[in-house]
C-alpha cells in the first residue's frame, strides 16, 4: 500500500523574518526548504541535551496549528487543497494581533500569545470549519492514539466531529518549541528561551498568513508547500 500523505493548515512566520529565523534555528529544522539546521551554539551550551528536547516539535517545523493534520478525504486532491488555502485567504477578515511569550503550555513550551484574542480564535474556527471537506475521517487508530479516556467530554466530541479534540473553545494558539519536559527541567529551559526570544524584540505578532504544510508518511518531516497572506479587512 502507498504511503498516504496528511496535510496541515498552520500559522508559520514570514520567510526570513527574525521569528521565521528563531523558530527554525531552535527546532533544527527549516520547513520551507526541508532542511536540517544546526542550533544555536548558546543553547546547546546551556543545555546539552537540546537535540533530544526538541526532536517533538522538529517533525512538524515552526508553527502554530489552525487545521491539525489530516489525511485528504475520497476524491480530494492536494490541488483542490491548494486553492481551497488561496480562497480562504482571499475572504477579508480582522488580522489577529497578539503579544507573543514564552511559557510553558500543557508540559512543554511554546511561543503563545500574552492574552486571549477573539479575532485569533475566529480565525482558527474558521479554518477548522473550512476545511473539513477535505479532511478523511479518522481511523480507529488516530482516534485511539487521541487517547479520548484521558480528554473532556467536549473534547471527545470534538475529536469526533473535526478530527481533533482542541479546536473551538479549546483552541490554544502555540509555537511549540520542545517536547513535554518535567517540572524542574522546564524552569530552567523557559529561562533560556525567554533569553533568546527577547533578543528578537519582537512585542507584536499579526497573524497575518497560513501556510499548508506536507507530510509525505508518518515517517518524514513536514514541509511547506504554499503560503498566502491574509487579507485585511
Given at each position: 500500500?502507498p504511503?498516504?500523505p ?18 527554525a534555528?531552535m527546532?533544527g ?5 526541508g ?10 551550551e546551556e543545555?546539552?541535551?537540546?537535540h ?5 516539535p522538529r ?13 485528504l ?15 480562504f ?16 503550555i500543557s ?6 500569545p ?6 485569533l ?10 476545511f ?12 485511539a ?10 473534547q ?8 481533533y ?22 524552569e530552567?529551559?523557559?529561562?533560556m528561551?525567554?533569553?533568546?526570544f527577547?533578543r528578537?524584540?519582537l512585542?507584536e ?5 497560513i501556510a ?7 515517517k ?10 491574509l487579507?485585511?479587512?
Amino acid at each position: 500500500m502507498p504511503p498516504i500523505p496528511r496535510y496541515a493548515i498552520y500559522y508559520a512566520p514570514p520567510q526570513g523574518t527574525a521569528l521565521d529565523q528563531f523558530g527554525a534555528e531552535m527546532l533544527g529544522y527549516n520547513a520551507r526548504v526541508g532542511a536540517t539546521l544546526p542550533f544555536p551554539k548558546d543553547v546547546v551550551e546551556e543545555q546539552p541535551d537540546w537535540h533530544h528536547l526538541s526532536e517533538d516539535p522538529r517533525k512538524y517545523g515552526f508553527h502554530a496549528t489552525l487545521k491539525a493534520p489530516m489525511a485528504l478525504a475520497d476524491g480530494k486532491t492536494e490541488r483542490a487543497l491548494l486553492a481551497a488555502c488561496a480562497e480562504f485567504a482571499n475572504t477579508a477578515r480582522p488580522i489577529p494581533l497578539i503579544t507573543p511569550i514564552v511559557n510553558s503550555i500543557s508540559g512543554f513550551i511554546a511561543l503563545i500569545p500574552g492574552g486571549r484574542s477573539s479575532e485569533l480564535d475566529q480565525l482558527a474556527a474558521d479554518a477548522v470549519c473550512a476545511f473539513d471537506s477535505f479532511r478523511a475521517p479518522l481511523t480507529a487508530e488516530d482516534r485511539a492514539r487521541r487517547n479520548p479516556a484521558k480528554l473532556t467530554p467536549r473534547q471527545v466530541d470534538y475529536l469526533d466531529r473535526w478530527g481533533y479534540p482542541y479546536v473551538m473553545e479549546e483552541f490554544r494558539f502555540h509555537m511549540t518549541l520542545t517536547g513535554p519536559l518535567d517540572q524542574a527541567k522546564r524552569e530552567r529551559v523557559i529561562v533560556m528561551l525567554r533569553q533568546s526570544f527577547a533578543r528578537l524584540k519582537l512585542t507584536e505578532l499579526a497573524v497575518d498568513r497560513i501556510a499548508l504544510f506536507k507530510q509525505t508518511d508518518a515517517k518524514a518531516r513536514f514541509t511547506i508547500i504554499g503560503d498566502w497572506p491574509l487579507r485585511a479587512r
